[in-house]
């Protein structure tokens, strides 16, 4: 009866350390948060994405000084934990999708402009550091997802606009020539 009581309490705490250490639980010392230097301009509904070069680019948003629609481009380098100001968005907006498209360019794609809820496609070139407008999308709408596809295409999915606030649609961005 001891030796079996031994055994299950041995299984049971094999059990345990599997079910939090096992695939997808695998505790590792970078398994935290840290914190970083802080991004200069105070924003919410953001678009971010990373760069064919590794660095971020967090664009527009709402909120500075004034709380409104934001201009402000900001590149960070997780290398050097160092922010920079980059060209301005040339559209102000909120609750856009952003993107690294297989051409290195970064898409900011549709949003809350102060026309309305848009569907302006614009791209940014780090290399450069200069603002490209692109061929609009068919729907215009705000907080969608955009991902870019091993087919070179640019992809919008969901989101909402004054018409529909919630969007089923998908729309492929073969009209962004990338």
Known sequence: MRRSLFVF????????????????????????????????????????AMGANGRLYVVGGYGGPYGSRL????????????????ADLP?????????????GLVYAIGG???GGIGWTVQAYDPESDAWQWRTHMPTSREGLCVASAGNGKIYAFGGGNA????????????????
């Open 91 to 103: 559209t102000p907006r909120y609750d856009l999708g952003l993107v690294t498209g297989r051409d």
């Open 112 to 114: 809350n402009t102060m």
């Open 9 to 48: 309490l041995i299984m049971a705490a094999t059990l345990q350390l599997a079910a939090t250490t096992g695939p997808g639980h695998e505790a590792h010392e970078s398994d935290s948060w840290i914190a970083r230097a802080s991004i200069p301009t105070q924003r919410s509904f953001t678009g971010a």
């Open 163 to 178: 018409v529909h606030p919630y969007l089923a649609t998908v729309e492929d961005g073969a009209a962004v020539h990338i």
């Open 71 to 86: 201009y402000q481009v900001e590149e960070y380098d997780p290398l050097t934990d160092t922010w920079f100001a980059r």
